[in-house]
Each structure stands twice: as C-alpha cells, then as structure tokens.
C-alpha cells in the first residue's frame, strides 16, 4: 500500500485528490492537508459582493466530501516538509500543525510515498 499525501484544498489541490482515488486502488491511501473546513468556489464570489448569492451558495464543508469518496481529509497546515526522512527512517514525512477547534497547535508528523504540495502563492 502506499500513501499519497496532498497539501492543499485549493482548485489544484482538490482536483488532484479526486482523481487519485478514482485512479487508485483502495489499497492505497490517498490524505488531503488543508487549514481550511470549508472549500470556497473563488469565482463565486464577486456574485457574493453583488447580494446575488450568499456565503453559503458559494461555500461547502469539506470533511463530508472527502469521507464519502473515501479521501482521508485532516484539517491542518504544512509547517514543515522532509523527502529524506529522519535518522531512524529515511522514508519521507511533511510536519502538520492541526487548525480545526479540536485539536488546535497539535503537531503531527505524517509519513508519504507521494507529496503533492498545492499550496498555492501566497498572495
């Protein structure tokens, strides 16, 4: 088994982990990384700005979406990445700082076979 690492639920990020868990087999993980909890559809919004659609026409929850097609979705943020791994396990890991209420500032360091880093610019 191996286990694809995504980080990022923007366009690219989001896109990338729907087709990998329709390619892959369910023998392999596929792990989406995003600070976020909600996925919002960008060019929406100026309709937003206009009063002809509201927030929630242009937002959607996340943890639902990737729950029902099988998509391991843990809302965090990539502090950190390691493709030559550690002293103990050169397997290669990326260091996540948890955003959601529950587990707010807990790091976790997250093992990957594949790393996709679609984090975006940072505008």
């Not at 209420?101 to 679609?118: H, I, P, Q, S, T």
């Amino acid at each position: 088994m191996s286990r694809f690492v995504i980080m990022g639920g923007g366009v690219a990020g989001h896109t990338a982990a729907s087709y990998a868990v329709d390619i892959l087999n369910k023998a392999h993980e596929v792990i989406m990384i995003t600070p976020n909890s909600t996925y919002n559809w960008i060019p929406s919004n100026i309709w937003v700005g206009v009063g002809e659609m509201s927030k929630e026409d242009v937002t959607f929850e996340l943890a639902p979406v990737y729950e029902k097609v099988g998509i391991i979705y843990k809302q965090a943020k990539g502090v950190s990445i390691h493709p030559e791994g550690n002293k103990q396990d050169d397997t290669g890991y990326i260091t996540i700082e948890h955003t959601s209420e529950e587990r707010k500032g807990e790091r976790e360091e997250l093992k990957y076979d594949y790393l996709l880093n679609a984090t975006g610019p940072k505008l």
